[in-house]
């Protein structure tokens, strides 16, 4: 599954600062002022959150410190020193790092061709439409699709094949491999990055690049000394969420793979299905790691994405 | 004179017969009723395509009328069977499995765990001893051989021995049906190649067994992925080793397309026998044992039949001639069978020991 | 020494040593991501002797750079020809050329392998096999009641919340946001290991003890799933109506907060609302992660399933939930169209 923030991050970080701006004196002074029949209608929301989202974190966490015997330990964080963990967290983060960064360039190549290179209005709303249903295409069917057509019978290489006498997997390539994934994963990624950075770059406003080519600047020179500068943050901040969107990925990876790439949500999913590492504190350790890596990212894209804004107020 | 003793031998016969029947009728009713009350069963492990196991649910679902079979994970590798219970002991809702269907050498663990109860099913007399617990805890329910199916659409000309299996024609096609770390068909797969690799029954075919797929691997033959009718299919592992029953099962369902032949390697025969057991914790317990009374029935037995796998009370069945013709003919050769090694249990579990503790460091195959 | 000579030196070294390192740098970063743990020192080594040779191409090159200089010169026409004709490419409509084929490329290939389950011809035997499996049919009727239910329950809880927060107390508003980024900070999978751990036989709350607690779990699973866009939509929603005057009217109506809610409130953001909905069930049917580790018969444990065992079905579901998924975004799109545009009050 992926997750397509788009416009509601837009949406949460305007009215954070909006929220901020007014209670400035600690969090409890948000409940100041509030009458208590106004709770009821917030009450189910809250209970749910805590109850389903809040508690069974916390508790995978506090049970990250918990030994066999139940007593507070440190030795579950030491024993994801093991080498098969730390290789699959090794692994996890260079596939999610590269399909992040091939994601970001090339969503950005696309977006930027799309918003700003005078392509007609229709091809605009298209990509982003579909960029909104491809981002949700995660999965099992993405695995099927690339299967379909880069396995050793699918469509790229049998054409290949046929056409041009180029045999793919002669060469060394193979869908079930590290480029292989990465690929597979840039399905969901390209798109989550188009829809992200597309309002970034309607912010760049036109008065600018006016500006430059009133100055005598090529249009690589305005990119190199406004564009891509103002983008910048916004580009560091999606590359983290990317990050943090492939690191959580599974389903698409089993799909493909089965069982055979070390990535840690199949390594947590095998611990949860059969406690393949004899241990359950270790595996809650597991979800602690994963949490942190990704809380870590996240956060990182939020702070840029709120510094970013000032650009573009 | 004669004639009266006979009279009296036959109608005591006769009232000793009809007393002993509706007794084990009226014990299998019982049982029936008390499975009808709990109204579920909770099976793992057993994909519709393995024995047939989808025509033996199903006719167990229309037998007994009032009892669902909760199909968990079908996916699952013997080792997860084990777990399943493991992690679910106390808890009796739908993730607990009732019955367990493992390898071999998954019985005795999971007896000295303490994980399954005893359970003597109505024909357990003819089950043979080598097959079964002593004390009833787990009991033989099939056997088959380890053949390879191969795709012939992609492999121009089929394997015929483990041996050729290394030889480069087959870069990147040869692939395993499960996790060698947990799952009995691949162990048991490993096994045999060792064994062909002339590794002496017990640890050392294991060890054989490893050095030959590191081998494998080395050479760019072996594909990391598990194998099953779709990837088979679809090209990515075009040679599967797996039981010559899942490899008839599939080519069945490929229906020609694509062009799949099952061929049992000539220089290493290995028959494996998987074997019932009841959880100790088993949310529903009569439903389990009555599960496993039509599992030993003629009924359940020849349905295991139909699905290309030897059902342990084949001898019997086939003594009292209550197997059909036209089943017999489907099955392979019976000289294959006349080949087959079965491992005892020691040297299976001597040699799953060091398989499943040195896959990783000895044949590192991951994906890269 | 000539001076223009010593600058062009200078020049040819700098280039020459920022290319050197811009090339050793991408290499480094693709061995690294390429190699695992114990093959990183190798990937190190390799860098290192990547640097040297490097460093040697640098020497030769500043040495000749006079001579690079001189022939760059005399190419200057050629040059400028060159860049002429490249701003004659439509690049932007190359690029999204290039884009389009990488997105189109896969969904065609599903599609083609799909329709080859005959050896001879093209046929759609594996859509009505797919369709025609009880399989099927169970799993996508279990997927759809889930989904609805997950839509039911998100709707109760966070119409209410969102109400409640734009009307009467804005400075929760932080507090719920950040739940609302919660769900997609924590990965699903720790979501569900949370659950088995949280809900399970020896809990307060044993909901794993039964189809219908399993069932249950499965639901709440989905709507924190979804909130964050069940959130966003109904938000969005609320603020382009009149929330307060509305709220004010009806209470000199007479009505109660609950009439409010739902006579008034809801009507009046059904389009949001459905936007909402369709994404969650968009959400809801492609699910496999929490459906196969709570053993749940959904649509995505048995397309999961499917995948392992038949050949050609996989391709063939694949493009079934893709229309599926197509279709609900489609829909939302045009509600996009219906909803109210009109905003008395912008916040």
């Not at chain 1, 508790?59 to 410190?65: N, P, S, Y």
């Amino acid at each position: 599954m992926s997750n397509s923030t788009d416009t509601l991050v837009a949406n949460t970080a305007a009215p954070a600062s909006a929220g901020v701006a007014s209670s400035s004196g600690g969090p409890l002074h948000a409940f100041a002022g509030v009458r208590w029949g106004d709770y009821l209608g917030v009450a189910p929301f809250l209970i749910f959150a805590i109850l389903f989202l809040i508690v069974p974190t916390a508790f995978l966490v506090v049970g990250a410190f918990i030994g066999r015997d139940g007593s507070f330990t440190f030795q579950n964080i030491i024993d994801l020193g093991t080498p098969q963990i730390v290789s699959s967290f090794w692994i996890s983060i260079r596939v999610s790092a590269a399909s992040a960064v091939v994601g970001a360039a090339i969503g950005l190549i696309v977006a930027l061709a799309v918003i700003r290179g005078r392509l007609p209005e229709v091809v605009r709303s298209t990509v982003l439409t579909f960029s909104g249903v491809a981002s949700n295409f995660a999965g099992i069917p993405l695995a099927f699709a690339f299967i379909s057509t880069l396995g050793r019978l699918g469509l790229v290489t049998v054409v290949l094949k046929a056409a041009f006498g180029f045999d793919m997997y002669r060469a060394g390539f193979n869908i079930l491999s590290f480029w292989g994934l990465t690929l597979t994963y840039c399905y969901f990624q390209i798109p989550l990055m188009i829809l992200i950075i597309a309002p970034a770059i309607d912010g760049l406003k036109k008065e600018w690049s006016e500006a430059a080519a009133t100055l005598g600047a090529t249009p690589s020179q305005f990119w190199r000394y406004v564009g891509l500068p103002v983008l910048w943050p916004n580009l560091l901040g999606t590359l983290s969420l990317l990050f943090a969107n492939a690191f959580g990925a599974i389903a698409t990876a089993y799909a493909l793979t089965g069982s055979s790439l070390n990535i840690v949500p199949i390594l947590l999913y095998a611990q949860i299905r059969g406690d393949v590492l004899n241990n359950p504190g270790l595996g809650a350790a597991l979800a602690l790691g994963m949490i942190v890596i990704t809380a870590l990212a996240n956060i990182v894209y939020l702070v840029i994405r709120a510094r970013a804004e000032r650009w573009l107020k | 004179m004669k004639l009266l003793k006979l009279l009296t031998a036959s109608t005591s016969a006769a009232v000793l017969l009809t007393s002993i029947a509706p007794s084990y009728a009226a014990g299998l009713d019982d049982l029936v009723t008390a499975a009808q009350k709990e109204g579920q069963l909770t099976v793992i492990a057993l994909p519709r395509d393995w024995c047939g196991y989808g025509a033996v649910i199903d006719g167990f679902k229309k037998k007994y009328t009032g009892i669902t079979v909760n199909e968990l994970n079908p996916d699952a590798g013997s080792g997860d069977e084990i777990q399943a219970i493991k992690a679910n002991q106390g808890n009796t809702g739908p993730q607990a499995p009732d019955v367990i269907d493992v390898g071999l050498s998954f019985g005795p663990s999971a007896k000295t765990d303490k994980l399954i109860q005893p359970y003597k099913v109505s024909t357990w007399d003819s089950i043979p001893d080598s097959a079964k617990d002593a004390d009833g805890y787990w009991y033989g329910d099939y056997y088959g051989v380890l053949s390879f199916l191969v795709n012939d659409d992609i492999v121009k000309t089929a394997p015929k021995t483990w041996a050729d299996l290394q030889k480069p024609d087959y870069a990147n096609a040869v692939a395993l049906s499960g996790d060698p770390r947990v799952a009995n068909q691949a162990i048991e797969a490993v096994y045999a190649a060792g064994l062909s690799a002339g590794g002496a029954a017990g640890a050392d075919a294991g060890t054989k067994g490893l050095a030959y797929f590191a081998q494998l691997n080395k050479a760019g033959n072996f594909v990391p992925v598990i194998g099953k009718a779709a990837p088979l299919a679809q090209g990515t592992t075009p040679i599967v080793a797996t039981w010559d029953y899942n490899a008839l099962a599939w080519r069945d369902g490929f229906n020609g397309n694509p062009k799949a032949e099952v061929v049992v390697p000539s220089d290493g025969v290995v028959a494996g026998v998987y074997v019932q057991a009841i959880s100790a914790y088993a949310p529903h317990p009569n439903a389990a044992k009555l599960w496993e009374e039509y599992l030993y029935s003629d009924e359940g037995q020849l349905a295991w039949l139909a699905g290309y796998c030897h059902p342990i009370r084949f001898n019997d069945l086939a003594k009292n001639n209550k197997v059909p013709a036209d089943l017999l003919a489907k099955l392979p050769d019976p000289a294959l069978y006349a080949k087959a090694v079965f491992p005892t249990l020691d040297e299976q579990s001597a040699a799953a020991a060091i398989i499943t503790k040195q896959w990783d460091s000895v044949v590192g195959a991951n994906v890269k | 020494m000539n001076p223009s000579l010593i600058a062009i030196w200078q020049k040819g070294f700098f280039r020459a040593a920022t290319a050197g390192v811009v090339y050793v740098v991408a290499d480094l970063v693709v061995r690294l991501l390429e190699s695992n743990l114990d093959e990183i020192v190798d990937a190190l080594v390799a860098t290192l002797h990547d640097l040297l040779v490097v460093v040697a191409i640098a020497v030769v090159v500043t040495v000749f750079s006079p001579v690079i200089a001189r022939v760059w010169a005399a190419t200057a026409t050629f040059r400028a020809a060159v860049v002429k004709v490249g701003a004659k490419v439509p690049w932007p409509w190359v690029a999204f050329a290039i884009g389009a084929i990488y997105f189109f490329l896969p969904l065609a290939a599903t599609f083609e392998f799909s329709l080859r389950i005959q050896r001879t011809g093209y046929s759609f035997l594996a859509y009505t096999n797919v369709l025609q499996s009880p399989a099927f049919q169970q799993t996508f009727t279990y997927s759809i009641l889930v989904g609805i239910a997950a839509i039911v329950v998100g709707l109760l809880i966070v119409v209410p919340a969102a109400y409640f927060v734009r009307l009467r107390a804005p400075q929760l508003r932080p507090i719920i946001e950040f739940v609302t980024l919660l769900p997609l900070i924590i990965p699903p999978i720790i979501l569900v290991f949370g659950y088995i751990r949280l809900y399970s036989s020896s809990s307060i709350l044993p909901l794993t003890n039964s189809d219908v607690g399993t069932n249950i779990l499965l639901t709440l699973a989905y709507v924190a799933l979804a909130m964050p866009y069940m959130y966003r939509a109904v938000d969005t929603g609320l603020r382009t109506i009149d929330v307060q005057t509305l709220t004010e009217a009806a209470n000199i109506l007479g009505a109660n907060t609950a009439t409010i809610l739902i006579r008034v409130i809801f009507p009046n953001i059904i389009v949001a609302v459905l936007s909402g909905a369709f994404l969650t069930l968009a959400i809801v049917i492609g699910e496999f992660t929490v459906a196969s580790l709570l053993n749940r018969p959904a649509f995505g444990v048995y397309m999961q399933n499917v995948g392992a065992n038949r050949a050609f079905e996989p391709a063939a579901l694949a493009v079934i939930s893709f229309i599926i998924t197509w279709a609900a975004m489609g829909m939302i799109q045009l509600l996009a169209r219906f909803a109210p545009k009109t905003a008395a009050r912008t916040d």
